[in-house]
T-cell receptor, first 113, second 114 residues
Framework: AQSVTQPDIHITVSEGASLELRCNYS??????LFWYVQSPGQGLQLLLK??????LVQGIKGFEAEFKRSQSSFNLRKPSVHWSDAAEYFC???????????FGAGTRLAVHP | NAGVTQTPKFQVLKTGQSMTLQCAQD?????MYWYRQDPGMGLRLIYY???????DKGEVPNGYNVSRLNKREFSLRLESAAPSQTSVYFC?????????????FGAGTRLSVL
């Protein structure tokens, strides 16, 4: 069965510091991988996605993620965090030919000035 | 572009009351979804509709019913609300299966059952 694990429930970083949010997935075939962001009181917005090809994908708001098949990981990174990045981040996995997504429990990011 | 629109945004119910959450999308998507979001549990799929006229259970369907009214609209009904159904509910829509599962979300409905 597919599953997604986000090991960090809460992360706090200082503004300007780098950020890495971890995501591990379990799926037998080549997965489709996604990162969504949820600002307080809002719905989810797609940050980036991986389907195939280059394992380093770029998204909106200066985020990037790297797919590592050997580690079953799809970690999200940003070189310099802004206060407006404070939100909850969700990793999700989908399957080819299958129109459902499985979400991780989320990581809540706080940014200190 | 409205995208995915959910109504109402907030609702308070008493145990045993019924209500319907409405969702409409204007992106001509085939697939629509209902999720619930609870602290520490991420989003869990309640029901989904792969195309007009079809619906299927997700991970947590008990206590809910859905109707795919047409291609645009997908409603979620609580027949007899329970406190365990206090949650934030999100509707989402997505393209064809071959569109690789990208889903677009509404702003959510915050439901409290007393």
């Amino acid at each position: 069965a597919q599953s997604v694990t986000q090991p960090d429930i809460h992360i706090t970083v200082s503004e300007g510091a780098s950020l890495e949010l971890r995501c591990n997935y379990s799926y037998g075939a080549t997965p489709y991988l996604f990162w969504y962001v949820q600002s307080p009181g809002q719905g989810l917005q797609l940050l980036l996605k991986y389907f195939s090809g280059d394992t380093l994908v770029q998204g909106i708001k200066g985020f990037e993620a790297e797919f590592k098949r050997s580690q079953s990981s799809f970690n999200l990174r940003k070189p310099s965090v802004h206060w407006s990045d404070a939100a909850e981040y969700f990793c999700a996995v989908g399957a080819q030919g299958y129109n459902k997504l499985i979400f991780g429990a989320g990581t809540r990011l706080a940014v200190h000035p | 572009n409205a995208g995915v629109t959910q109504t109402p945004k907030f609702q308070v119910l008493k145990t045993g009351q019924s209500m319907t959450l409405q969702c409409a999308q204007d992106m001509n998507h085939n697939s629509m979804y209902w999720y619930r979001q609870d602290p520490g549990m991420g989003l869990r799929l309640i029901y989904y509709s792969a195309s007009e006229g079809t619906t299927d259970k997700g991970e947590v369907p008990n206590g809910y019913n859905v109707s795919r009214l047409n291609k645009r609209e997908f409603s979620l009904r609580l027949e007899s609300a329970a406190p365990s159904q206090t949650s934030v509910y999100f509707c989402a829509s997505g393209g064809q299966v071959i569109a690789k599962n990208i889903q677009y979300f509404g702003a959510g409905t915050r439901l409290s059952v007393l």
